[in-house]
């Protein structure tokens, strides 16, 4: 695979070191099956805009927090250099290599886990669950429920970045109010020469579920 390091800037925040694949293209030509589509491979909006709101907007000190399909880390790295203890999980071990490459040359360590979504292994709580661009297969939304469900801890959130896709919305309709609580930004970002508008969503899980009373 082909390696382009560059410098990336962090909107509001740091400017770091990152190697990213030059030959998507080639990837895509060589993939044999869905699961093999190099989706982690590019540095995509998405993965900006949530790294841009975790330096601004989120307290990461010493936070345990779980990423959701890191691909080549930007979100996660940012997480560990606000001081979080972070678990980037992926289900292409090329993306895990990658992801923790770019947390040495930024100088901070995460640990990182091959994960399929859908046997997904038990790995405790976690106070912050994090994933840019993750709503995109459908038939995914009820593992990922699953996963909150088992691995975000009371109180905890789920911030999640979104470009405005169709299934994202279905996704956040199936999230009870009893039980999450929800804010959203929008985080200007600009990647390639292009100009992006990120839907930020900050979810909350309750402390104890909100019932109706008759």
């Known amino acids: 695979m082909q390696r382009v390091t560059e410098t990336i800037a962090v909107p509001g925040g740091p400017v770091l070191n990152f190697t990213r694949i030059g030959n998507v293209d080639d990837l ?12 982690w491979a590019e540095l995509w909006p998405s993965s900006l805009g949530l790294a841009a709101y975790l330096w601004r907007q989120v307290d990461m000190q010493e936070r345990p927090v779980l990423e959701l399909g890191c691909g080549l880390g ?55 669950i994090i994933g840019s661009d993750i709503l995109y297969e459908r038939t ?42 929800r804010d959203m930004s929008i985080i200007p970002v600009q990647l390639d020469q292009k100009d992006y508008a990120i839907r930020i969503h900050r979810w909350q899980r309750r402390q104890h579920a909100v019932y109706d009373h008759c």
Request: glycine content about 8%.
């Open 28 to 39: 895509i030509s060589a993939a044999q099956e869905e699961d093999e589509l190099p989706f």
């Open 74 to 128: 930007l979100s996660g790295i940012v997480a560990a250099l606000k001081g979080a203890d972070v678990v980037q999980t992926d289900f292409i071990p090329a993306a895990l290599e990658l992801a923790g490459e770019n947390a040495a040359q930024n100088g901070v360590e995460t640990e990182r886990v091959w994960a399929d979504w859908r046997r997904f292994p038990a790995m405790g709580d976690f106070s912050l």
């Open 140 to 181: 995914l939304h009820s593992d990922l429920e699953t996963i909150l469900t088992n691995h975000l801890a009371p109180g905890g959130e789920f911030i999640v970045a979104d470009p405005g896709r169709e299934w994202a919305a279905q996704f956040f309709d199936r999230l009870d109010a009893a039980t999450w609580q």
